[in-house]
T-cell receptor
Framework: NAGVTQTPKFRVLKTGQSMTLLCAQD?????MYWYRQDPGMGLRLIHY???????AKGEVPDGYNVSRLKKQNFLLGLESAAPSQTSVYFC??????????FGPGTRLTVL | GQQVMQIPQYQHVQEGEDFTTYCNSS?????IQWYKQRPGGHPVFLIQ?????EVKKQKRLTFQFGEAKKNSSLHITATQTTDVGTYFC??????????FGPGTRLSVLP
């Protein structure tokens, strides 16, 4: 039982490049979330999903897109990366908006 | 929108001293969760409080939910170096996503 996994763990992009972050969970959770964590600002919700095929905007969705084609996977895309998107990205999953289980994170630097 | 604040932002203590972090919401909550994040790690769930005035203990950790369900506190008795990390509260309201506070970073000097 791996829990929540994220790939990649680290990535460096140049401004304007695109990339996709993958989150996978093996706990059959309905809800999945993408957060970004910046120093002194805690965890801010980017997008979330309440089930396969559904997505919704969170607090800071601009510049990001998501897809939930399979229940176990939640993808976060950056179409044109900007330095302001340098951050640590965490994926989390849960059932019934209960205890959230977080992945190990992806550290992204945009130059 | 809902805002969740935490104080202090940082706390340095000597090993063996007590530590308390406070969480305050701008609106009444249905429940509150606490998470711990070790340096370089990811947030890990500690506990959830649901009832007004609720107090829960986990070994040296005591969690409290305010009577008005707008604030909460986490108290650690006799800190140890293993307590180092950032403690986050997350305020929940029915049908809505949890909102995380900015966290309190605890350092423990041996």
């Amino acid at each position: 039982n791996a829990g929540v996994t994220q790939t990649p763990k680290f990535r460096v992009l140049k401004t304007g490049q695109s990339m996709t972050l993958l989150c996978a969970q093996d706990m059959n959770h309905e809800y999945m979330y993408w957060y970004r964590q910046d120093p002194g600002m805690g965890l801010r919700l980017i997008h979330y999903s309440v089930g396969e095929g559904t997505t919704a905007k969170g607090e800071v969705p601009d510049g990001y897109n998501v897809s939930r084609l399979k229940k176990q996977n939640f993808l976060l895309g950056l179409e044109s990366a900007a330095p302001s998107q340098t951050s640590v990205y965490f994926c989390a999953s849960t059932n019934r908006r209960d205890t959230q289980y977080f992945g190990p994170g992806t550290r992204l630097t945009v130059l | 929108g809902q805002q969740v604040m935490q104080i202090p932002q940082y706390q340095h203590v000597q090993e063996g001293e007590d530590f308390t972090t406070y969480c305050n919401s701008s609106t009444t909550l249905s429940n509150i969760q606490w998470y711990k994040q070790r340096p370089g790690g990811h947030p890990v769930f500690l506990i959830q409080l649901v009832k007004s005035g609720e107090v829960k203990k986990q070994k040296r950790l005591t969690f409290q939910f305010g009577e008005a369900k707008k604030n909460s506190s986490l108290h650690i008795t006799a800190t140890q170096t293993t307590d180092v990390g950032t403690y986050f509260c997350a305020g929940g309201k029915y049908g809505q996503n949890f909102v995380f506070g900015p966290g309190t970073r605890l350092s423990v000097l041996p």
